[in-house]
């Protein structure tokens, strides 16, 4: 199998668990597998083709979404600080879909949620914040993901969505029509 042949069908699995992750015992399975690790992986690896990293923060939303499953995401894995770098992606899918994932997870996990405010607080007021000297660009997550953020200072700042999951599924859908196998 040709490589591209073989992203093609690693993508299919990824958007076939994004499916199958929208039902609570399902995610809880798939959770429970192993699957979070593995998907971080295959993040870094495909972190320039948005349409694996869209897909792959939707399986991390799915996961978040049921209470069942998010404590793996959020207290087992570094997927939050993985999405809170993804938040400042250029595409907008992709920072709609994480800054949906994360509000979940600010309203779930305490700590998470200062860091997601904190993150959110610099980036938005970044600029006045350098010229006052109080901080420097780097991200707050400060946990060696900063790898993945692909965003400049130039990329337009995300505004704070107040989508229902419909609202975030009919969005992922018409991203996931857009690039197949193009």
């Known amino acids: ?3 591209s042949a073989e992203d093609d069908l690693i993508l299919e699995v990824v958007i076939m668990i994004g499916t199958v992750s929208m039902d609570d015992s399902c995610a809880a399975m798939l959770a429970n597998s192993g699957i ?4 971080i992986e295959l993040l870094n690896a495909q972190q320039e083709d948005d349409e694996f990293v869209c897909q792959i923060v939707y399986v991390f939303y799915q996961m978040v979404f049921h209470e069942a499953t998010r404590d793996v995401i959020v207290k087992d ?6 999405l809170i770098d993804l938040m400042h992606d250029t595409n907008a899918e992709i920072r709609k879909v994480c800054d949906n994932t994360l509000d979940i997870i600010a309203e779930y996990d305490e700590e998470w949620g200062k860091k997601i405010q904190t993150e959110k607080f610099r980036w938005y007021n970044g600029q006045w914040l350098e010229m006052g000297g109080l901080v420097d660009s780097r991200s707050a997550c400060g946990t060696g993901a900063q790898s ?22 009919k969005l992922f859908n018409v991203g996931q ?5 193009t």
């Not at 894995?77 to 993985?82: C, D, L, R, S, V």
């Open 148 to 169: 993945l953020c692909r965003a400049s200072k130039d990329a337009p700042k995300p505004k704070r969505l107040s989508q229902s999951k419909t609202e975030v599924q």
């Open 36 to 39: 979070i690790p593995a998907l």
């Open 1 to 3: 199998m040709s490589g």
């Open 177 to 181: 029509n857009q690039n197949r196998f």
């Open 77 to 82: 894995t570094q997927a939050p600080a993985y």
